[in-house]
């Protein structure tokens, strides 16, 4: 039967490229294997945002500047948000945040997952907060903000090459959240919220943290591919494996095994852990090719993610809110795109429940 639905529509996007056969993402133009070459994350907000926001003379001294005047939301936090968890907690300064369609708006909303993040999981361990330095660098500001000293250069580019490369995926489940409430002409704070609760979820943003549960119950590479058959014998998803685009590797997890690389050259990776990852990681795609050879399923993001953040210092239960900090870049230019020349998004439903029932 026919739902009179057939022809599929397309939302059109200025902004990212998933190309799931080959392999590639690229953004407004520039394949993610450039733009981590050399970019900040700064640099990839100005290729986000042109066209779309007033673009500030300085993007580094003006987010820097957006830091500094979120941080004081901070100062709401109470034994009941704190008792939340780093997400949740996040999600409710974010609310605080003015609801605005205009630059202003939008560097705050990118400022705020670095500052709220970095200050609660300090509050949840009973230090005192710092304050936010307008003068570094984004990736370098939040991991002063999170452990109290400067960080080594390695760990800032790493930070930074984690934050481009999930800046934007193209209309993944959380950016079409924030573009369905940009469509009805609400602020970015709105969109940026909703897309939030979407992150969240364990099928979304809230997957890297399960990686290192698989690490740490594998213990060491010679044990990998028995435990690893013994999971998928119980029925087992292997964490950090498959994606719902790709047929191939996933072009961001090269990406950030350079960055864990770089991690492994300042020495903030015990070089048993980066063995165990990688042996890890051969197990696995052996295993599923063999196993499963009628599925694609090669290393996602989600693997080196993992891997990175816990190398950072950031605990698992926050890797959402991290993740949030990259994304909320492509996020507010959806937002923006669709709000400036889309439509309300209003998707036609199927009805297929029963008919002529009387009521009682």
Not at 10 to 23: Q, R, W, Y
Not at 256 to 265: D, Q, S
Not at 324 to 334: F, K, Y
Request: charged content about 20%; some cysteine.
């Amino acid at each position: 039967m026919s739902s009179g639905l057939e022809d599929v529509v397309a939302a059109e996007t200025v902004l990212s490229d998933v190309d799931g056969k080959n392999g590639r993402l690229i953004v407004r133009g520039v394949s993610l294997d450039e733009l981590v070459k050399s970019s900040r994350y700064e640099d990839v907000l100005e290729l986000l945002f042109d066209g779309f926001l007033d673009m500030p003379a300085n993007m580094r001294a003006a987010l820097g500047a957006a830091r500094v005047e979120v941080f004081h939301h901070l100062q709401a936090v109470d034994a009941d948000l704190l008792a939340l968890s780093p997400v949740d907690g996040l999600r409710a300064l974010l609310a605080r945040l003015p609801d605005g369609d205009d630059t202003d708006a939008a560097l705050k909303l990118v400022a705020g997952p670095g500052v709220f993040t970095a200050g609660l999981l300090r509050l949840r361990a009973g230090e005192a907060l710092v304050p936010p330095n307008a003068a570094l660098s984004h990736a370098e500001d939040i991991l002063t903000m999170l452990h109290g000293t400067a960080p080594v250069a390695q760990q800032v580019a790493a930070l930074d090459r984690y934050l481009v490369t999930v800046a934007d995926h193209g209309l993944n489940a959380s950016t079409f959240v924030a573009r369905v409430v940009a469509s009805t002409q609400s602020g970015l704070t709105s969109s940026v919220v909703a897309a939030l609760g979407a992150l969240k979820g364990p099928l979304h943003g809230g997957a890297p943290g399960p990686v290192l549960d698989m690490l740490d119950g594998v213990g060491t590479p010679d044990n990998a591919t028995a435990w690893l058959d013994d999971a998928l014998a119980r029925g087992e998803r292997l964490m950090g494996f498959g994606h719902r685009v790709y047929r191939v590797r996933d072009p961001r997890a090269d990406a950030l095994k350079g960055a864990v690389r770089l991690l492994a050259v300042s020495g903030a990776i015990d070089p048993a852990r980066l063995a165990l990852a990688e042996g890890i990681e051969a197990a696995a795609l052996d295993l599923l090719k063999r196993k499963k050879p009628d599925r694609a399923l090669d290393t996602n993001v989600e693997f080196y993610t993992a891997l990175l953040l816990e190398a950072l210092g950031f605990p698992r239960e926050a890797f959402t809110c991290v993740f949030a900090m990259g994304r909320v870049g492509g996020w507010i230019a959806h937002a923006r795109e669709q709000a400036i020349g889309g439509r309300l998004i209003r998707p036609q439903s199927v009805y297929v429940g029963p008919v002529g029932r009387v009521a009682a």
